[in-house]
């Protein structure tokens, strides 16, 4: 079983600047070269699962799943347009 990257993190790290281009919480999600970590390896089912589960029209604040809110709000659109064809 693959274990997540962000197992152990502390959580405020995913509630701080979620949208900003360079954070502890896309290290975490996307590895960080200069300190030699890999990707997380869950990271695509934790953006499945952020996806499914949270409501789009709530605010939200926390960064997962490799994206933060603006990020998915892009994806949340993309979704909805494919519905829609």
Known sequence: MKKAACVG???EVFDT?????DTPAR?????DKKKGTEPCPVQ???LVWL???ENPL???YLFGG???PAE???LYKKIKEMNND
């Open 9 to 11: 993190t502390n959580p």
């Open 17 to 21: 600047n979620p949208n900003a281009a």
């Open 27 to 31: 290290a975490v999600c996307h590895g």
């Open 44 to 46: 695509r089912d934790c």
């Open 51 to 53: 996806l499914l589960t």
């Open 58 to 60: 709530e605010q939200r």
């Open 66 to 68: 490799g994206v933060g």
């Open 72 to 74: 998915r709000d892009k």
